[in-house]
């Protein structure tokens, strides 16, 4: 049996795919793993795709832990981007010209 990809869902979706490939999940990071249902696996033992046997025990992980990546707070940005420098104010559209007609004469 291979372990099916669990990084990215949510617990409780992350728990009824173990069951439906006759698997059992471990949450470390989490005592009350079976309370646990909207945080998302970032992290998951053995990967997806390794053959292990049926009833195998999974571990899967909803935090990163320290120093394992994450992304943290980007905003407020520091230092502020520099002010001044050339602005330009665009021109507003124009309505597009109506269609020329051709004048066609005979000599």
Do not use: K
């Amino acid at each position: 049996m291979r372990v099916p990809r669990l990084v990215g869902l949510m617990a409780v979706d992350a728990r009824e795919s173990a069951r439906a490939h006759g698997l059992y999940l471990d949450a470390p990071d989490r005592p009350d793993f079976r309370r646990t249902v909207v945080d998302h696996v970032v992290r998951q033992y053995p990967q997806p795709g390794v053959e292990v046997p049926r009833g195998s025990l999974v571990h899967v992980w909803f935090d990163f832990g320290e120093g394992d990546g994450g992304g943290g707070v980007r905003e407020p940005r520091a230092p502020v981007p520099p002010g001044g420098g050339l602005r330009r104010e665009l021109e507003e559209p124009r309505e597009p010209a109506a269609p020329c007609a051709a004048v066609l004469s005979r000599p």
